[in-house]
């Protein structure tokens, strides 16, 4: 199942380049591996594959070379067939002994023929030879069987012992790889945590920034009020010549008071220009955790000082023209009072 999983993976995926499989028994599963060596065959991105110590067999080596040849990106394949190799060379060193005892006892049966064939003519000296021989060759045979039967012990043993030793290293292997995974598990949570983080303070920030903006609109819907009230106080004073100087002082009284409040709020927006400061401040040491992150987010923000400053630019100048129609106002009255008659008369007295 694990082989054919990986075999899916290999056609689906485009991302993996290197891919270890060390000491995962791939081979010992014909049909999962075929489903792999399919996948790998289908695969144009993997460049480096470890395939050693996974017990591949003849029929599994055949699978792999067909999908080498189908595969154009692999690069570098490292397989090791050291415990076949050990199989094999056992095997054949016993196919080998075999066939020489099997050709020593053909020769044997060769030579007792052609004695029976000459017995008739010399039965003592023959049969005692033939005996003779006979012993020899059963001897011969005896300790050949034994030293088979202890090469077969031997090479029972050391498969024995290779495969406990495979059995450790996989336990060893799968350990590492649960500790691995749990370290990546930890530390994706973290990478979570301080994302969720950062966007909770820009969320914050883009509060602050829209209660900003809110407060100029607010500041700039004074300013039109007031605005509009100037007007109202030049066509009074058009209209009433004789409480001129009264509505002045009042008019005068109702500038500072709305210059007070201009302050205090321009004072108020200097404490959030302040604030929007050490913002900035927290944001760039949070920048510099989470800068891919935050880059879109410093932009939208940076668009949004630049409104705010330009919103303080135009109440500044909006300011500043209040400031000189108060003043052109106040000279334009006073030049008035001056030259009305009220004026005249007061001095003729």
């Known amino acids: 199942m694990g082989a054919e999983a990986l ?22 599963w014909e049909e999962g591996f075929s489903f ?3 996948g790998l065959g289908a695969n144009n991105f993997l460049q480096r594959l470890d395939l050693r110590n996974n017990q591949i067999n003849h029929h599994g080596a055949g699978e792999l070379a067909m999908a080498l040849k189908r595969n154009a990106s692999l690069q570098e394949l490292e397989q090791a067939l050291d415990h076949n190799q050990d199989r094999q060379t056992i095997l054949s060193e016993t196919q080998n002994r075999a066939c020489m005892l099997s050709k020593e006892i053909l020769n044997l049966k060769d030579e007792k023929t052609k004695q029976v064939d000459h017995m008739t003519q010399h039965m003592e000296a023959s049969e005692r030879s033939l005996q003779d021989r006979v012993q ?33 290293v996989r336990n060893q292997a799968r350990l590492d790889e649960q500790q691995r995974l ?63 100087v009264t509505e002045v002082n009042k008019v005068k009284v109702e500038l500072q008071e709305q210059i007070g409040h201009l302050q205090a709020e321009r004072a108020a927006q200097e404490g959030l220009r302040e604030k929007i400061a050490a913002l900035e401040r927290q944001l760039k040491v949070l920048s510099s955790n989470h800068r891919e992150a935050l880059l879109d987010k410093e932009g939208e923000i940076s668009v949004l000082l630049e409104k705010l400053r330009m919103k303080e630019a135009d109440i500044s100048r909006m300011r500043e023209e209040e400031a000189q129609r108060a003043n052109l106002l106040q000279n334009a009255i006073m030049a008035y009072v001056q030259g009305s008659p009220l004026r005249t008369h007061s001095s003729r007295k």
């Open 7 to 28: 075999g899916k993976l290999l056609r689906q995926n485009k991302s993996i380049r290197s891919l270890i499989l060390e000491w995962n028994s791939l081979g010992v």
């Open 136 to 168: 020899r060759l059963e001897a011969i045979r005896i300790a050949l069987e034994e030293e088979l039967s202890q090469v077969k012990a031997a090479a029972l043993t050391e498969r024995g012992h290779a495969e406990e030793e495979l059995i450790k």
């Open 182 to 244: 749990e370290h990546l598990q930890e530390k994706l949570r973290l990478m979570t945590e301080s994302r969720d983080e950062a966007q909770n303070c820009c969320l914050k920030q883009k509060q602050m920034v829209s209660e900003a903006q809110a407060k100029a609109s607010q500041l700039s819907l004074h300013a039109d009020g007031l605005r509009r009230r100037i007007e109202e106080l030049q066509q009074d004073l058009n209209s009433k010549e004789q409480e001129k």
């Open 36 to 38: 792999f060596c399919q």
